[in-house]
């Protein structure tokens, strides 16, 4: 549902899902004004009329006041269908109406802020009125007065306002917080220059906190202005002001400025990091806590702020600089220095005009004392600088979501990065909200609740409180809650308190970014994960990398995005889900669909390129995409493929998946069999059965015969390789009757050497049908003779190689198997060369000329190096340490084992590996 704010405590304004609304004419937006101010009480259309028209209204004054409604529906509503209500501005009988409660209009939000202030004590009570008065801008519609009969309504909320701000000068004088009420204070009192009751209560809370020279001025001040304006005396409650400080009331005994907020009573963990800070605070002037929105940087500093706060006996200051404040308003430099030196006991008429000299005058005022300083929600360097003491005696604690380098480049601040909490901390976190034993009683849903927060402090600050408000609701509720909308941020944004709703602590964030960076954090939620590479990027946005660094720079700085190793970057689960709600709602979805294409082009071209360099036989043509795309990655050597492929290889499996998933069919195979030499080549079993399946399914929803075929057989060395013959021959079989009806004879005698592979036990301890698998090795022989082809000609005459061996016939076998390293020299397939050497040491071994053996695997061994053929390497090794077993040297076959394991994720090789080394026979 749309997002919509009305404000009238000063100017009239509107925002719809964070963007203000333009509000039509004068007389128009006079209306709004007088339904808001009335809020939710009925408006009679007469009294609208009156306030329009004072003097005559025209004949068709009540059509023009229906016709202004029908607008603003339409602005609040812009889905809304002509002449229907909406839910904003509601018609009864004569009278219109503005739907509007306690969160989503000023006026509301400030009453009941005083009636909840009304109803605390002390501290809590100060707080609250400063949070409703916070919401005062100006005279109530300052910007739609027309000197009517409405504006007596505008001047009765000013004085609502003004009665609030007196009650709340009492409240703040009674608990002694006189300099938390005061900027407040200092603020508005000035609407209302001749109110002798607010102005006894300014030169009290000035006298408070030590500005006594300043009180006695205020007093002079007002004392004149009553004079030349009303020529009268000041009143008794001025004159009982003035003799107070006069006589240093005891009342107004001045204290160090204490204006740490409160510690929050359910803080809990981060143990670690405040251990960290508090360790380091001694040596260091300026602490910078930085982390992403809702991590938890305000009460991690106000935590670090009470512990450190006995070690700074002059006093504590505090300001919020609201870098990111939802309402888009900062603290700026000036006000800020201004707050601190009212707090110092500056006197009004003796704080400098020139933003230097209030600067320099602080830094006087603190040197040589001991004083903490805490500036919270930074939004750049610029903000702190002017901010900071110039004594090494103070400590300044900062906190920013922004990367701030030149706070720590021009003054060595000490950088602390907030993370999303450790689990069992965001556990202890949840219970402590609680505050029962429920977490106890349902430690499943609380894993749960901790897992779909993501463990944000933000996000389960949000759904314990929602948890604590409903003791019996079962949290296992919650729980399937939040998996059930795990698309959305709905369950961390429902009681309007822009504070405590992620979407807009998150919007606070994205509203500081370029056009640039905000579409790519929009696109980039499109992105099928876990990270994604600049190059990758840029393909996903249509930008130039240079433009796309510039983004991606921006996104982290603003912690939007984190750069978790160099050059790869990811989201947390929450933001994502944001940016995606972000993308849906404000990109075309033309243009959301061209950026998932663009993405997964980029990844089958680039997968492509690097295929061309796999340290296996390389694809053939036939399947190797056409497409073409900007900036593809493309590799410089084997290593650099290699080297890519292990890095991008959960990305290349999520979009192989996704692909299938959303039709993408012919890009989701071809990219499936782009990866297939490099799972074969780095042992990856599992992940090459599951994307080949995919594969598979692509191709068959594709319609696409050959490829479907082709597909097959790649899945079937996956489980040839991971050891299940019986999966391997029955893809085998539906390649082979696939490829029957297409004539396919390259693709037909590939089939017939794999079955080979697979009824001679192929790269694995065990026994085979040899003689079974030696005639497929020889048809498939027939065939590559017939098609001219070197590499699979040789990998044939090697099985039949390895099958003689088994057979009974070593010295055919050794003439294969020199056949085959042969071919593979003249080919130039050095791949093939190890594979023939390897065998051909199987062979020797077998034989037991082990000395042969050992020379064999040797050059098989440092080929695969050459080549970064891990799997290769690690049989060759494996092999290379049975043979010098065999002759008795025990320790390089421990040093050739041991390499191996270190090479190898495969759990059966692991295992036998394994066993050998314990057991070196």
Same mark, same amino acid.
């Given at each position: ?9 000063? @100017? ?68 809304? &269908? ?37 109803? =605390? ?31 007596? !309504? ?24 006189? =300099? ?34 300043? =009180? ?39 204290? #160090?400025? =204490? ?28 602490? !910078? ?23 700074? &006996? ?29 707090? $110092? ?17 602080? #830094?006087?005022? $603190? ?50 990065? !907030? ?74 944004? #429902? ?136 900036? @593809? ?118 089939? !017939? ?166 057991? @070196?026979?």
């Amino acid at each position: 549902m749309p997002e919509v704010r009305f404000a009238v405590l000063g @100017p009239l304004r509107v925002r719809l899902n964070g963007a203000e609304l333009a509000l039509g004419p004068r007389q128009q937006r006079a209306v709004l004004a007088m339904l808001l101010v009335n809020a939710g009480q009925p408006v009679l259309v007469s009294d609208l009329v009156d306030a329009l028209w004072p003097d005559k209204a025209p004949r068709s004054a009540v059509n023009v006041i229906h016709r202004y409604v029908g607008q603003l529906r339409r602005l609040l509503e812009p889905e809304l &269908p002509p002449r229907a209500e909406g839910q904003w501005i509601l018609r009864s009988g004569g009278a219109y109406r503005l739907h509007v409660d306690s969160e989503c209009a000023d006026i509301t939000r400030f009453r009941a802020l005083i009636e909840q202030a009304r109803a =605390a004590d002390g501290r809590e009570a100060v707080r609250l009125f400063v949070q409703a008065l916070g919401l005062w801008r100006g005279r109530c519609a300052s910007s739609e007065r027309l000197d009517t009969k409405a504006d007596a !309504l505008y001047a009765g909320v000013d004085q609502e306002c003004l009665a609030a701000l007196a009650e709340a000068a009492d409240v703040a004088l009674a608990s002694r917080m006189a =300099a938390e009420i005061l900027p407040e204070f200092r603020r508005i009192a000035p609407y209302d220059p001749l109110n002798e009751v607010l102005y006894a209560r300014l030169i009290v809370l000035l006298a408070a906190v030590g500005r006594q020279s300043e =009180a006695l001025t205020v007093y002079e001040e007002i004392t004149q202005r009553l004079a030349d304006e009303l020529g009268v005396d000041p009143g008794p409650d001025l004159r009982a002001a003035q003799q107070k400080v006069r006589r240093q009331h005891p009342s107004l005994a001045v204290a #160090r400025p =204490a204006q740490l907020p409160s510690d929050l009573r359910t803080f809990s963990g981060r143990e670690a990091d405040l251990e960290r800070m508090l360790v380091a605070a001694g040596s260091m002037s300026v602490a !910078l806590i930085e982390g992403m929105a809702g991590v938890g940087k305000t009460a991690m500093a106000i935590r670090l702020a009470h512990e450190l706060a006995p070690r700074f &006996p002059d006093g504590q200051l505090f300001v919020n600089l609201r870098g990111f404040d939802p309402g888009g308003v900062t603290t700026a430099p000036e006000e800020a220095l201004r707050h601190f030196l009212y707090a $110092l006991g500056v006197p009004g008429n003796r704080i400098p005009q020139r933003l230097d000299d209030m600067a320099a005058l602080y #830094r006087s005022l $603190l040197r040589g004392k001991r004083m903490l300083v805490v500036l919270d929600n930074a939004r750049d360097g610029a903000q702190v600088m002017l901010l900071l003491p110039g004594s090494a005696t103070c400590l300044t604690v900062v906190t920013s979501r922004n990367r701030l380098t030149s706070v720590i480049a021009q003054v060595g601040a000490n950088p602390f990065i !907030l993370e999303p909490m450790p689990a069992e901390e965001a556990r202890a976190m949840v219970a402590a909200r609680l505050g029962d034993d429920r977490g106890e009683l349902e430690p499943r849903a609380v894993d749960q609740i901790v897992t779909m927060c993501a463990r944000l402090p933000l996000a389960l600050a949000i759904i314990g409180a929602r948890a604590a408000m409903h003791p019996g609701l079962p949290l296992s509720t919650i729980a399937r809650e939040l998996t059930g909308a795990s698309a959305s941020l709905d369950a961390f944004s #429902r009681d309007g308190d822009a504070a405590v709703d992620l979407r807009a602590v998150f919007g606070a964030s994205y509203r500081t970014l370029s056009a640039d960076a905000a579409r790519m954090f929009r696109l980039l939620a499109l992105h099928w994960g876990p990270d994604v590479s600049v190059a990758a990027s840029a393909s996903m946005a249509g930008m130039t990398p240079s433009s796309t660094r510039d983004a991606l720079s921006e996104l982290t700085k603003t912690r939007l995005l984190t750069e978790h190793v160099p050059g790869r970057f990811e989201f947390h689960d929450l933001v994502r889900v944001y940016a995606m709600e972000l993308s849906h709602e404000m990109d075309d979805p033309a243009d959301r669909d061209a950026a998932v294409r663009r993405m997964v082009d980029h990844y089958l071209v680039s997968c492509t390129n690097m295929s061309t360099m796999a340290p296996l036989w390389p694809i053939a043509d036939v399947f190797l995409t056409n497409t073409r795309v900007d900036g @593809p990655e493309t590799p410089t050597s084997t290593a650099d493929a290699t080297k890519w492929f292990a890095t991008e290889r959960h990305v290349l499996e999520n979009v192989v998946k996704n692909a299938l998933e959303v039709g993408f069919y012919e890009q989701a195979w071809r990219l499936a069999l782009a990866m297939l030499l490099f799972f074969q080549s780095q042992g990856r079993f599992p992940s090459w059965v599951a994307t080949l399946h995919a594969g598979l399914e692509a191709a068959k929803a594709a319609g696409d015969v050959a490829a479907e075929a082709r597909t097959a057989r790649g899945l079937a060395g996956g489980y040839h390789h991971a050891g299940d013959s019986e999966n391997a021959l029955r893809y085998l079989k539906l390649a082979a009757d696939l490829i029957e009806d297409l004539g396919g004879t390259t693709e037909k005698a590939h089939i !017939l050497r794999n079955m080979g592979d697979v009824l001679s036990g192929l790269g694995h301890a065990t026994s085979g049908d040899y003689p079974k698998a030696y005639a497929f090795y020889e048809k498939a022989a027939e065939l590559y003779l017939e098609l001219d082809e070197p590499r699979g000609l040789a990998n044939a005459r090697l099985g039949m190689g390895t099958c003689l061996y088994r057979m009974g016939a070593p010295e055919r076998a050794f003439a294969l198997q020199w056949e085959a390293i042969e071919t593979c020299k003249v080919a130039q397939d050095i791949v093939g060369e190890s594979v023939a050497w390897a065998q051909a040491a199987d062979g020797r071994h077998e034989v037991g000329d082990y000395t042969t053996a050992v020379s064999y695997y040797g050059h098989a061994a440092e080929i695969c190096r050459s080549t970064n053929h891990d799997m290769g390497l690690v049989r060759s090794l494996r092999g290379l340490g049975d043979a010098y077993a065999a002759l008795g040297d025990r320790d390089s076959a421990r040093a050739a084992w041991e390499e191996a394991l270190s090479r190898t994720d495969d759990r059966f090789l692991s295992v036998e590996i394994q066993a050998r080394l314990a057991n @070196p026979q």
